[in-house]
C-alpha cells in the first residue's frame, strides 16, 4: 500500500450480539479488506477481498467482525507448538496523541493486541471472556470462519493513564494468520490490513497501521475535581472499609476513577471498586485519580488500629498461601491475584498448595503462574520468600518483569542464582524448603507494568508445587510474624497431614511453635537434634503455620 487507511466506523443502532453471526446491525458497517501480504509471505485466503473485517461502537466500546475464507483451517489444538503460528486473528490498537511513536503492544503502553487462539470445543458461536470486558466468539464453518469481538473503551488506556477520547484518531490494524500445515512444523503467513512489515510487525511497531474515526464521537466534559468519602478510621481487626469518590461535574463523560493506597505508618490495600483492607496500624492515604486524563484526584487520610497481622498480610503479593483449592484454567484467576497458562499444562490448589503439572514444551514460558496486581517502589529492597518442590529434582525459572517495556527485568539483585537483575534459576528438590531472593527496583517509572512470573515449562514432563509465596519490604521482612522466613532450611512433613507431623531443620535442639490461621498458637516444645514431632490428630482441620525460635516457618494442612 501507497499509503495507510483510514476507516470511518460508524455508531450502532443496537449493540452486536456477539455470537460469531452476522446480525442485520451489520449492514451499517463499512467493508475493509485484509489481503495484502506481510512482508514476502503467502497466505491463501481465497479470492481478493473476500477476507474482510468491518466495526461498529457504541459508548460502551468497539464491536469488530471478521469473515476469513481461508482455504485450511489450521488453529493451533490440531497442531503443535506457538499458537502465534496457526490460524488466528490478531487485532490492534494505538490510542496514545502521538500514534507514530515506533512502540507497540510488546514494548509500551497505549498499544493493545487482542488475539486470542481457537479452541477446539468453542467454535459454534458461544461467548468467550477474554478478561476486563474483552469479549468474542467465532463460528467456525471448516475452512472459512466467521470471528467476533468487543473491546469497551474502558480498557483502551493511553500511556498517561487516561481512557481514549471516543473523538480522537486511533491507530488500528488487523492481522489475519494462516497456517496451512496442522500435524507438521507450523508457518505462520499473513495477510494485513495496512502494516506490512516495512519497520517491524505490529506487534513491535505500529507506526506503519491504519487508523480509524468514530463517526459522530464528540469531545468529552473533563473531571474537574474528585472528592473521596468515607469513614477516617479502623478499630476492629480486619475490618473492610468503603469509600466512594464523586466526581464534578455531574455531567462528565468518564466517571470512572482508579483506586490507590499511599501506606504511611501504617498498611492497606485497596481494590479498584474502593474498598480498602487494613494490613497494619498507622495512618495510610486513599487518593482516587480521574481516569479521563485530567488528572483530577481526591483523597483521604485513615488511622488504621487495633489490627492482628496474619501470615503473609504484609506482602506486596498477595494470597500467596493459595488456600482455595480448585483448578485454574488457561488465563483465568483465583483470588483476584495470581492466574496460570499453558498449552501443555494443568494447574489447580490441592490442600492449599499450587500444583502445576506440566507436559513436554519448547520455552520455560509456555507454562507460567503469574501476579500482576501488586506496586513497588523505586530504589528500595524487597525480599521474596517462597516454599518450592518437585516430583524430580529440577531447576525453576522466575522473574520481576515490566509488561509494558518488553518484559525488562526491572530490579537489581545479588543472589548467586540471578542474572544481576530480578531473574532467577533456582535447583529446587523433591521436599519442600524455603528460598528466600532479595531485589532492590532500581528501574521502576509511572508507566511500569509490574508483573511476576514463574515460568515452569520444560522439555521433560514434571510436577511443581509452590506455596507461601511472598514479597516483603526490607522494613516488614524483619517483623517476626509466622509467615516470614529465614535462611534455614526446614521441612514439614507429611503435607497435608493426618494424625503426626514431623519437622527436620539444620538447627539442632530448636524451639518450635505451631499456629494456626489466625496466627493463634496452638501447641509448642523444642526438638531432640535436628527434629520434632507433634500430634495434630485432635487439630480441626485447616491451614497451620510451624515457626521455629529464629522466624523461619512453614505452613501444613490438616
Not at 494485513?192 to 505490529?202: A, D, L, P, Y
Not at 468515607?230 to 462528565?252: F, H, R, S, W, Y
Not at 490448589?349 to 513497588?376: L, R, Y
Request: hydrophobic content about 35%; overall charge negative; aromatic content about 10%.
Amino acid at each position: 500500500m501507497s499509503a495507510t487507511p483510514t476507516a470511518y466506523i460508524a455508531k450502532a443502532k443496537t449493540a452486536p450480539v456477539i455470537d460469531g453471526t452476522i446480525d442485520d446491525v451489520w449492514s451499517d458497517a463499512g467493508i475493509n479488506i485484509i489481503e495484502t501480504p506481510y512482508n514476502g509471505e503467502s497466505p491463501t485466503l481465497g479470492d481478493a477481498g473476500s477476507t474482510t473485517w468491518r466495526a461498529l461502537w457504541d459508548d460502551n466500546g468497539i464491536y469488530i467482525l471478521l469473515e476469513v475464507n481461508d482455504d485450511v483451517f489450521a488453529p493451533i489444538y490440531m497442531g503443535a507448538g506457538d499458537e502465534y503460528r496457526f490460524d488466528k486473528v490478531e487485532i490492534y490498537f494505538d490510542v496514545n496523541a502521538v500514534l507514530a511513536d515506533g512502540k507497540g503492544p510488546g514494548n509500551t503502553k497505549g498499544h493493545y493486541q487482542v488475539a486470542p487462539g481457537f479452541e477446539e470445543y468453542f467454535t459454534t458461536g458461544e461467548e468467550r471472556d477474554l478478561g476486563s470486558g474483552k469479549k468474542w466468539a467465532t463460528v467456525v464453518s471448516d475452512p472459512t470462519y466467521v470471528s467476533e469481538y468487543f473491546v469497551p473503551f474502558s480498557t483502551l488506556i493511553d500511556s498517561k493513564g487516561a481512557v481514549v477520547e471516543k473523538n480522537t484518531v486511533m491507530g488500528f490494524d488487523v492481522y489475519v494468520v494462516d497456517n496451512d500445515v496442522l500435524w507438521e512444523a507450523p508457518v505462520r503467513n499473513r495477510a494485513v490490513w495496512s502494516n506490512v512489515g516495512t519497520k517491524n510487525e505490529s506487534y513491535s511497531n505500529m507506526d506503519d497501521c491504519g487508523t480509524i474515526q468514530l463517526i459522530g464521537a464528540t469531545a468529552g466534559v473533563k473531571v474537574a475535581s474528585v472528592t473521596v468519602e468515607g469513614n477516617k478510621t479502623i478499630t476492629e481487626d480486619n475490618a473492610q472499609l468503603q469509600l466512594t469518590a464523586t466526581v464534578a461535574p455531574a455531567n462528565a463523560t468518564l466517571k470512572e476513577v482508579k483506586w490507590e493506597v499511599v501506606n504511611g505508618t501504617g498498611k492497606a490495600i485497596i481494590d479498584q471498586n474502593g474498598l480498602l483492607t487494613p494490613r497494619s496500624n498507622g495512618t495510610v492515604t486513599a487518593k482516587a485519580t480521574a481516569k479521563d486524563g485530567s488528572s483530577k484526584s481526591g483523597s483521604l487520610e485513615i488511622t488504621i488500629s487495633g489490627q492482628v497481622t496474619q501470615p503473609g498480610e504484609l506482602s506486596v503479593l498477595l494470597d500467596g498461601t493459595f488456600e482455595v483449592d480448585g483448578a485454574w484454567g488457561s488465563g483465568t484467576t483465583t483470588g483476584g491475584t495470581w492466574g496460570a497458562g499453558g498449552s501443555n499444562a494443568t494447574y489447580e490448589i490441592v490442600g492449599g498448595v499450587a500444583k502445576a503439572m506440566i507436559e513436554p514444551v519448547a520455552n520455560p514460558w509456555d507454562c507460567q503462574i503469574k501476579n500482576v496486581d501488586f506496586v513497588v517502589a523505586n530504589e528500595k529492597k524487597y525480599f521474596l520468600v517462597f516454599d518450592a518442590w518437585a516430583d524430580l529434582p529440577t531447576t525453576i525459572n522466575y522473574d520481576f518483569e515490566d509488561m509494558s517495556n518488553n518484559y525488562n527485568r526491572y530490579g537489581a539483585s545479588e543472589d548467586e542464582d540471578s542474572n544481576g537483575r530480578c531473574e532467577w534459576n533456582t535447583a529446587i528438590g523433591t521436599t519442600s524448603e524455603t528460598y528466600v531472593r532479595s531485589v532492590t527496583f532500581d528501574q521502576v517509572v509511572e508507566s511500569t507494568s509490574h508483573s511476576f512470573v514463574w515460568q515452569l515449562g520444560s522439555t521433560t514432563s514434571r510436577e511443581i508445587y509452590l506455596d507461601n509465596v511472598f514479597l516483603y519490604e526490607e522494613g516488614d521482612y524483619t517483623v517476626s510474624t509466622p509467615s516470614i522466613s529465614s535462611k534455614t532450611k526446614i521441612t514439614v512433613y507429611p503435607n497435608p497431614v493426618v494424625n503426626c507431623v514431623n519437622i527436620s531443620t539444620s538447627l539442632k535442639d530448636f524451639k518450635v511453635a505451631i499456629y494456626n490461621n489466625f496466627g493463634q498458637k496452638v501447641a509448642e516444645g523444642k526438638a531432640n537434634g535436628n527434629a520434632a514431632s507433634f500430634d495434630v490428630s485432635a487439630f480441626p482441620k485447616g491451614i497451620y503455620f510451624v515457626k521455629l525460635e529464629d522466624g523461619a516457618s512453614m505452613k501444613f494442612v490438616k
